[in-house]
């Protein structure tokens, strides 16, 4: 069974702090993954797919390492507008389908 | 950016009765999917659509449910006798081609509240 599993949190830190968020998956046949951001009660909202070279975007950077089966998100200078839950997500490969995990709930303070 | 559409946003049901989630995929994408999320748990594949077809579903979408494209804008979601346990947010989402990397569009979501 394949499977993605976060610590659920929840991160509680300051604006302007640093902030890593990990992530591992069971099924090593996994090709694709994705950090996606859900608001409460509102739809996930894509953002970033996670490459093995590492990819960033703006204050975010993603890192994939297939031999741990581990994926990673940081967000550094968080914003108030940071505050959400953060899901890994691994493609489920022949379903066609995603596979996400429960969510790393993150909350910025002032 | 182009959205996917979700009705109603809200739907309280009484338990056995049938409800019908609708859907507004974006207008050129081909693929179409069905995710739901209980409260306080994982967003959960439901089934995918293709060509006029259920591509993939999970072992969640068993008889009790079905979907439909009826016209060529609408995709609907069909719950038969709905049971207690199916009280969920259901997400609809499209994509333009099959997903690998390219990205997925959800809907706002129907939360769906069985009585």
């Known amino acids: 069974r394949k499977e993605v599993e976060q610590d659920p949190g929840p991160f509680n830190v300051p604006e302007g702090a640093t902030v890593a968020f990990n992530c591992t998956y069971s099924?090593?046949?996994?090709?694709?993954f994705f950090w996606y951001r859900q608001d409460c009660r509102k739809e996930p909202k894509l953002l970033m797919s996670?490459?093995?070279s590492g990819n960033e975007d703006g204050r975010f950077t993603a890192q994939l390492n297939r031999a741990s089966q581990y994926i990673s998100l940081l967000i550094r200078d968080s914003k108030l507008s940071d505050s959400a839950t953060y899901l890994c997500?691994?493609?489920?490969?022949?379903?066609?389908?995603?596979?996400f995990g429960k969510g790393t709930k993150l909350s910025v303070k002032p | 950016e182009p959205e996917v559409t979700q009705t109603p946003s809200h739907q309280v049901t009484q338990m056995g009765q049938e409800v019908i989630l609708r859907c507004v995929p974006i207008?050129?994408?081909?693929?179409f999917y069905w995710y739901r999320q209980i409260l306080g748990q994982k967003v959960e594949f439901l089934v995918s659509?293709?060509?006029?077809?259920?591509?993939?579903k999970s072992e969640i979408f068993d008889d009790q449910f079905s979907v439909e494209r009826p016209d060529g804008s609408n995709f609907t979601l069909k719950i038969r006798s709905t049971k207690l346990e199916d009280s969920a947010m259901y997400f609809c989402?499209?994509?333009?081609?099959?997903?690998?990397?390219?990205?997925?569009?959800f809907g706002s979501g129907t939360q769906l509240s069985v009585l």
């Open positions: 989402a499209s994509s333009e081609v099959r997903l690998t990397n390219e990205k997925l569009f």
């Open positions: 099924n090593s046949a996994s090709q694709s």
């Open positions: 996670v490459y093995s």
């Open positions: 997500v691994g493609y489920g490969g022949s379903q066609g389908n995603l596979i």
């Open positions: 207008s050129n994408h081909l693929y």
């Open positions: 659509f293709y060509n006029n077809e259920i591509s993939e």
